[in-house]
């Protein structure tokens, strides 16, 4: 049995890797070996320490006002409660029923009010909905058609290239290279790059 198992299938609510973290009570191994932990009498109330993608909290805020948006392929539902939270109507869709689930009980704890169409289905079925924005997050970008996607911006951030050089993955099929963003006609040096992450926005 795995130490503090409410945790170890929240890890998704979890802050980035190497983050400080302040826990009260005795952190299993993992927890210690993942974040920079201090042990501390008490927590300060009920608090959000999970982060959104910060390519997509740039591009949402530099917007002025909130759209329609589709997560293509959301996992656990992070991104698409961060933007629900901040007032875009979003269809969240992802193939494994597990991962709807928990974007489900991470939307009725920090978003319960917020408007997120929860969809188990495979990205190809879902690319031609019409809506303001597409958003991928390393997701199998090679399932996207240019062709089909009909929203009026698409967001696609992944693995560089450069992470590749160092990790030898993901599968290289699913990297953000200058060659994907220039089949979406799309500029690949327009967000920051940094060693692990890619990004291009494409607009129709
Ligand atoms: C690495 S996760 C990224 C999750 C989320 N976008 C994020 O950035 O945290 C990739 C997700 O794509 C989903 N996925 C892969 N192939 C898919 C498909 N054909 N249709 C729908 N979802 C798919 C997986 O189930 C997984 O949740």
């Known amino acids: 049995m795995a130490d503090w198992p409410d945790l170890e299938t929240s890890r998704h609510e979890l802050p980035p890797r190497g983050s400080a973290l302040g826990v009260v009570g005795d952190p299993p191994g993992w927890l210690q070996e993942t974040y920079n932990v201090t042990v501390v009498e008490q927590g300060d109330g009920k608090r959000r320490l999970w982060t959104v993608n910060p390519i997509l909290e740039r591009f949402a805020k530099e917007r002025s006002q909130p759209g329609t948006v589709i997560d293509l392929g959301c996992g656990q539902g992070r991104d698409a409660v961060w933007l629900a939270a901040n007032g875009w109507q ?115």
Not at 99 to 113: K, M, V
Not at 159 to 168: E, I, K, N, Q, T
Not at 173 to 183: G, K, Q, Y
């Open 90 to 204: 979003v269809i969240a869709v992802d193939h494994l029923p597990d991962a709807i689930e928990r974007g489900q009980s991470l939307q009725a704890r920090y978003a319960p009010d917020s408007s997120i169409q929860w969809v188990v289905g495979d990205l190809a079925e879902w690319q031609s909905h019409p809506v303001d924005l597409a958003y991928l997050a390393y997701g199998p970008t090679h399932r996207l058609d240019p062709r089909a996607v009909t929203s009026t911006e698409v967001l696609i951030v992944g693995f560089s290239p450069a992470h590749y050089d160092r990790y030898g993955k993901p599968n290289p099929i699913d990297l953000v290279t200058p060659n994907l963003a220039a089949t979406w006609n799309a500029e690949y040096e327009e967000l920051n790059q940094t060693d692990r992450q890619a990004a291009f926005i494409h607009r129709q």
